[in-house]
């Protein structure tokens, strides 16, 4: 006769698997949400939606707490080997980096209430604009690697935060030239030189992603052999 019993346990471990990769998908949604209406509530100067995203953190903070208790119960309870517990342990990495993606997104919605009533100019926020777009599309390829498992997928994040550096160096450069040439624009660029670093930190846990996407599908840490190896294999 079958053993239903161990069938049921078996069943009931892979629903809390699922569930946790659920879990993580719906922070992450959770959290690429809130770099968009960080954004935009910086470039629109929208105190009523920098309010909004200021106060959804709450619920990034409380989702990251409750997929760190269900992994951590989940390695008390099942005692899980090899790729189970190299997936919980990855889980519990992603949840945290995601919460502090989470705080970079709160921290530009935060910034735009202090730019309150400061008239932004196009040239001013159209490097931010661009930057955003760049660590939104990071953290959207990070996470569809990790749901997949893509370890290809995951390198070419990786590879690609040489251009989220890059990116954030002209930011930088730019809006210093324009406090150089004018003092007036000091205030609002300092403004913007933050909310440039704090994109820049995005586009850092988004690699961060990545790097765990790649362990989860290889069992392996990413390093600059392999990503550099993958360059040529890409150029070829």
Same mark, same amino acid.
């Given at each position: 006769?079958?053993?239903?019993?161990?069938d $049921?346990?078996?069943?009931?471990? =892979?629903?809390e698997l699922?569930?946790?990769?659920?879990?993580?998908?719906e922070?992450?949604?959770?959290?690429e949400?809130?770099?968009?209406?960080g954004?935009?509530?910086?470039?629109r100067? *929208?105190r009523?939606?920098? !309010?909004?995203t200021?106060?959804?953190?709450? #619920?990034i903070?409380?989702?990251?707490r409750?997929?760190?208790?269900m992994?951590?119960s989940?390695?008390?309870?099942?005692?899980?080997?090899?790729? *189970?517990? #190299?997936?919980?342990?990855?889980?519990?990495? %992603?949840? =945290?980096?995601?919460?502090?993606?989470g705080d970079?997104?709160k921290?530009?919605?935060?910034?735009?209430l202090k730019?309150?009533?400061?008239?932004?100019?196009?040239?001013? +926020?159209?490097?931010v604009k661009?930057?955003?777009?760049l660590?939104s599309?990071? %953290?959207?390829?990070?996470?569809d690697?990790?749901?997949?498992?893509? /370890?290809? /997928?995951?390198? @070419?994040? &990786? =590879?690609? !935060?040489?251009e989220? *550096?890059?990116? $954030?160096?002209?930011?930088?450069? @730019?809006?210093?030239? +324009?406090?150089?040439?004018?003092? #007036?624009?000091?205030?609002? &660029?300092? $403004?913007?030189?933050?909310c /440039?670093?704090?994109?820049?930190?995005?586009? !850092?846990?988004?690699? =961060?992603?990545?790097?765990?996407? +790649?362990?989860l599908?290889?069992?392996?840490?990413?390093?600059? *052999?392999?990503?550099?190896?993958?360059?040529?294999?890409?150029?070829?």
């Amino acid at each position: 006769m079958p053993n239903t019993g161990t069938d $049921h346990i078996v069943t009931s471990y =892979n629903e809390e698997l699922a569930a946790l990769a659920q879990a993580i998908a719906e922070m992450g949604g959770q959290v690429e949400v809130a770099i968009e209406n960080g954004t935009r509530a910086l470039l629109r100067l *929208d105190r009523e939606l920098a !309010d909004v995203t200021i106060i959804a953190d709450q #619920r990034i903070d409380d989702m990251q707490r409750q997929i760190d208790e269900m992994a951590v119960s989940m390695i008390a309870r099942r005692q899980p080997m090899a790729s *189970d517990l #190299r997936a919980i342990i990855t889980a519990i990495h %992603v949840a =945290n980096d995601l919460e502090r993606i989470g705080d970079m997104a709160k921290q530009l919605a935060r910034r735009s209430l202090k730019l309150e009533g400061i008239n932004l100019q196009p040239t001013f +926020y159209n490097g931010v604009k661009n930057m955003t777009a760049l660590v939104s599309r990071q %953290v959207k390829d990070a996470l569809d690697a990790y749901a997949n498992r893509e /370890a290809a /997928a995951s390198v @070419e994040v &990786c =590879n690609r !935060d040489d251009e989220v *550096d890059a990116m $954030h160096t002209s930011l930088f450069r @730019e809006l210093l030239t +324009y406090m150089l040439e004018d003092p #007036r624009n000091i205030t609002t &660029c300092t $403004h913007l030189l933050f909310c /440039a670093k704090n994109l820049e930190r995005i586009g !850092d846990h988004a690699t =961060n992603i990545a790097e765990r996407a +790649y362990y989860l599908a290889t069992g392996k840490q990413l390093t600059s *052999d392999v990503q550099q190896l993958q360059r040529q294999q890409i150029k070829a």
